[in-house]
């Protein structure tokens, strides 16, 4: 028995060696195959590449197998859960920077008997826009149709949940095959409308009626906002980007603004410029209030003011890091120099108020504040924070001379100086993006999306501040021109201003019937 005990275990000995040697000639045999098959795929941001997550290849088990069966189709992308719950983030902290942020930022700068309209303006424009985006500002803003329109496809939010298949769409973002729920993208998008109208109420504050307001908005945000959208952020994304000639073919699908190459990560032209313009032609054709360069007109709260600025500052992150549409090294970026370029801003602001008047300010800090949050939105994402810490110490001192110099020069009553931060800032931070998203000054530069990589050679600081202050300029006479017509058509059915006897008396009673304090 122990002999024969001893034979088994011989005979399992070389059964066992000959399974390994043919084991390894197997591996040996099918290396070639491997080989040929790439291990990883990656895509691209507009900004930097991003590594895409490792799909590992399917090998076949016999040659034979492998050229006789059909092609598999490729799978749809599934959205990434961490940039999903991101965008849901930053979409909370944008409704956060307009209510309460903008709103109390605003009610605080005007008199005690004016502060509960503007807190209703703010509050109530908020909500219509909404409404009016979902029912059909976002089709016009973001489908494909012409260069300054897009079409109604999405009206009502059609045709994003799927009954039949039950089935949601998705989004693109800066990445190949990288997507996010398109409900969580419409309201993202949604929140930079409202704030934008929003922003529009305080050039000409304590004097406006609210339905002239109310009618004003839903013409101007038709009118004025949507096509902005559609020309400097509306593209088809980057998947069906695969050479040149597909390159040339999407890029024409896309708005005016995108087909010319302007930069703008979060909303400098879109935003900024945009409103402060439609808040100028406001304040002019409405004009001056009553006993305005006569009487004190003091903020009648920087407690408040600075409470709501200090909500912006916050709420900006979601703001710039959130238009990354993805969290990753972009989004990162664009935190980071808004953290820098607002507080390099808020101390050269406060700075130059304290050179000039001798003495600095609660007012100085939270303008200059906001003064670097608006002028690094358009850049946020293609520059390098030394690039940032630049934009930020100049907007802070031309945002000064914005709100003094500028405005006496201007001679119009823009009531919490919409123009002087939000227009001057957002031309500063459209031109100096051309400038610091250079390679060689440490910005991003242009990602080409056909070789999947950055393209630093033809990145041209003066070609890009040309395409930049183009740009500028179609901002500023789109929304000129819409506004004239909007307030004219405005003034002619309902009138724009309230009685004098009313606007003595304070908004808050005359309008709405109601006080902010009671002693």
Request: charged residues 10%; contains cysteine; aromatic residues 10%.
């Amino acid at each position: 028995m122990k002999f024969t005990f001893k034979k088994w275990l011989s005979g399992m000995a070389v059964a066992v060696s000959l399974c390994g040697a043919l084991g390894a000639s197997a591996q040996d045999a099918a290396k070639p195959a491997d080989a040929a098959t790439p291990a990883a795929a990656t895509t691209a941001v507009t900004t930097a590449p991003i590594a895409a997550p490792t799909v590992a290849p399917m090998v076949a088990a016999a040659p034979a197998a492998a050229a006789a069966a059909p092609a598999a189709p490729a799978a749809a992308p599934v959205p990434n859960k961490g940039d999903t719950a991101w965008m849901f983030v930053a979409t909370v902290l944008v409704i956060m920077m307009t209510i309460p942020g903008l709103a109390l930022f605003y009610g605080g700068l005007v008199r005690s008997k004016n502060m509960l309209s503007v807190l209703l303006q703010v509050f109530f424009i908020f909500a219509v826009i909404i409404i009016l985006w979902c029912i059909y500002g976002y089709s016009i803003a973001f489908t494909e149709g012409n260069a300054f329109f897009g079409k109604f496809d999405r009206a009502f939010l059609s045709g994003i949940w799927n009954p039949a298949t039950a089935t949601f769409t998705t989004a693109a973002t800066f990445s190949k095959g990288v997507v996010i729920p398109e409900f969580i993208y419409v309201a993202f998008q949604g929140t930079f409308a409202a704030i934008t109208c929003g922003l529009i109420v305080g050039a000409f504050a304590e004097r406006a009626k609210f339905t002239a307001v109310l009618a004003f908005m839903v013409l101007w945000f038709t009118f004025g906002y949507l096509p902005i959208a559609h020309m400097v952020w509306f593209w088809t994304g980057p998947d069906a980007i695969k050479d040149a000639a597909t390159l040339a073919t999407e890029t024409a699908k896309a708005g005016w603004l995108w087909q010319k190459g302007a930069l703008d990560f979060a909303g400098g032209t879109v935003v900024h410029i945009n409103a402060a313009v439609a808040g100028l032609v406001g304040a002019i054709m409405i004009g001056k209030r009553v006993g305005y360069g006569r009487e004190s007109m003091a903020p009648h709260s920087l407690t408040m003011t600075m409470i709501g600025a200090s909500m912006l500052w916050v709420g900006w992150f979601g703001f710039n890091a959130g238009s990354a549409l993805e969290a990753g090294d972009v989004a990162a970026l664009a935190f980071i120099n808004t953290l820098l370029a607002t507080a390099c801003a808020t101390v050269s602001w406060v700075c130059g108020e304290w050179l000039t008047k001798g003495k600095p300010s609660m007012l100085g800090g939270a303008s200059g504040a906001v003064a670097g949050l608006v002028a690094i939105t358009p850049a946020c994402g293609y520059v390098g924070p030394m690039g940032a810490l630049v934009i930020g110490l100049l907007a802070g001192v031309v945002c000064l001379w914005g709100v003094n110099g500028l405005k006496r020069l201007i001679g119009a009553d823009d009531s919490l100086d919409v123009f002087g931060v939000h227009g001057v800032g957002g031309i500063l931070g459209a031109l100096l993006t051309g400038v610091f998203a250079a390679p060689q000054l440490g910005g991003q530069g242009v990602f080409d999306y056909v070789t999947n990589k950055m393209s630093t050679d033809a990145y041209s600081i003066s070609s890009q501040v040309i395409t930049q202050a183009t740009a500028i300029g179609t901002t500023i006479i789109w929304s000129a021109v819409v506004s004239v017509i909007a307030y004219k058509l405005v003034d002619l059915v309902i009138g724009l201003r309230v009685p004098e006897e009313e606007e003595r008396e304070g908004l808050d009673i005359s309008s709405h019937g109601e006080s902010a304090y009671h002693s």
